[in-house]
């Protein structure tokens, strides 16, 4: 496999213990770090970002205009969307429906699907492109999509794990530093480059804020 697809794995295995913490299960129904998420369903949409790939992967090769990183963030309806927007609301009933099977029966399902993608991500060809419907009418190169997802494993464990009062799981050096680069270059592109720069280097000149989203 590439770099980027052990990575995926590594990341997506080190998430998989959360969802089996007695604080998560004991937490399910109540509400959490994001606004207008439960824990619940806060867990339904971490582990989405797993659950969608064996389709993924299943699926027809697209079809579909293939595009860069930086051009599928420029496009994505959510970024910047107010909390009720459509798409936000969707993704809120998504992790909803999958949160509702419980959270031992969504370990369950989640170790089985890393199981899944861990046997079938080295067949896959190493220029494959991939889509998630949701998204809208375009696709990627495999490898950048499962960087989006390693992204949205980081940070929504890190939310379910403030949520319930846990530690954040340890992530691959080299995930992180996929991610962190990610969300870095989103950053700049929302911020501009001197405010990323002063954030990160001049503590008396940084900006209030360089959120990548």
Known sequence: MTGTRDDFIATARAVAPLFRDPAVAAAWDGPSALAEFSVGGLAGHLAYQVLALPGVLAAPEPTEPVISLAEHYGRVAWI????????????????????????????????????????????????????????????????????????????????????????????????????????SRLAVRRHGPTAVLRALSRAERAPDTITAF
Do not use: C, K
């Open 80 to 183: 910047g969307a107010d909390l009720d927007a459509e798409i936000n609301v969707r993704i809120r009933q998504g992790g909803d429906a999958i949160g509702a099977e419980g959270a031992h029966a969504l370990a369950e399902r989640y170790d089985a699907a890393v199981d899944d993608l861990a046997a079938g991500l080295p067949a896959a060809a190493p220029d494959r492109n991939a889509r998630i419907s949701l998204w809208g009418p375009w696709s990627m190169r495999l490898d950048d999509l499962l960087v989006t997802r390693m992204m949205e494993l980081a940070v929504h464990a890190d939310d379910l794990a403030v949520s319930v009062g846990v530690e954040t799981p340890p992530f691959p050096p080299t995930a992180v530093e996929t991610v962190v680069d990610l969300l």
